[in-house]
């Protein structure tokens, strides 16, 4: 089958860390949870705002686009009233049909978050043919869904380790599962994006913030095939490639959704990605928008071509002036 896109349009946020921290209770802090306190209140605090978040998502929502996606973290110290929290925030930026999640390391900061988290996120999360509700302790990633003309494929490397660790795990069995959607998905002739809260690339994150499992994920992709991979978790602005079997993949990440001006880590964006062609001449424009200098807005960053060429009937610029 081969899928002939007119336009579809599909935006990627992340690292959400919603704040403020809720008041701990001594059984909460007795945990890794007490270091991840101390650096919510002496750094992250600082630098990251719910209403820079709101700005973020107020000129998204402008964009209109079709389906959303948002690579993890979007607590701080997985406590129960933050996953709560973030359930319901969910609900408020859009329908769990066009908004895909995937969780992050802060997801599953001490054993037994993970699973809290996918259970109360699980509409978002959850595959097209999973269950209504999470059998609980299956496994649920790789999850597939299909959206128009993409197949978002959200993998996981969301698991809780010892403090000062931030390191994220893709195992051998998620690696031969996300082959098997890779395939099918290009079988059904569709533009193929991979969600991963850890960059999948050697050196973009220090060694205890690290995806351990980076060379299993790239054959899984180099065998499977796939035309996008989006991530997290470093909060910059990034664009790397990996090389595949199929020519060279686009790996792209984004700062935090959160973060406020004034800080080391760039200012919050989201990427916005127009879709169009068909399987093997698709055309993908990708611009990033993000928070002004001053912090009371959210303009046009960069912009570029990752595949191909827009529709010759809408020009470049006449497209950016359209999302």
């Not at 992250?44 to 993890?72: A, C, I, Q």
């Not at 993000?290 to 912009?303: A, F, P």
């Amino acid at each position: 089958m081969r899928y002939v896109c007119g336009m579809f349009k599909f935006a990627h946020i992340s690292d959400i860390h919603l704040g403020p921290l809720p008041k701990l209770t001594l059984r909460e802090l007795f945990s890794k949870r007490i270091t991840g306190f101390v650096n919510w209140h002496r750094n992250r605090r600082k630098h990251l705002f719910v209403n820079t978040l709101d700005l973020l998502l107020s000129d998204l929502k402008t964009r209109e686009p079709d389906h959303l996606v948002v690579t993890g973290d979007l607590v701080n110290l997985a406590t129960g009233i933050e996953i709560r929290l973030a359930a319901e925030w969910l609900q408020t930026i859009g329908d769990p049909l066009e908004t895909t999640v995937v969780p992050g390391n802060h997801d599953a900061y001490v054993p037994g978050a993970h699973d809290k988290s996918v259970a109360a996120w699980y509409p978002f999360i959850a595959s097209d043919d999973d269950p209504e509700i999470w059998p609980e302790h299956d496994h649920i990633f790789p999850t597939y869904r299909r959206r128009g003309p993409i197949a978002v494929i959200g993998c996981s490397t969301s698991n809780a380790t010892p403090p000062f660790s931030a390191s994220g795990y893709y195992s051998p069995r998620q690696a031969r599962e996300t082959v098997n959607l890779l395939k099918k998905a290009g079988e059904e002739g569709l533009f193929r994006i991979v969600l991963i809260h850890h960059p999948p690339i050697h050196g973009a994150a220090s060694s205890h913030k690290r995806m351990i499992g980076i060379r299993r994920f790239a054959a899984a992709i180099s065998t499977g095939g796939a035309e996008l991979v989006l991530h997290g978790h470093t909060h910059l602005n990034t664009l790397y490639w990996l090389r595949s079997h199929h020519g060279q993949v686009p790996v792209l990440g984004i700062a935090s959704a959160s973060q406020g001006p004034g800080g080391h880590k760039p200012r919050a964006a989201y990427n916005l990605f127009t879709l169009s062609g068909e399987p093997g001449a698709w055309n993908l424009l990708c611009e990033r928008y993000s928070l002004t200098e001053n912090g009371d807005g959210v303009g046009l960053d960069i912009s570029r071509l990752l595949y191909g060429e827009m529709p010759p009937t809408i020009s470049i610029p006449e497209a950016a002036r359209m999302l």
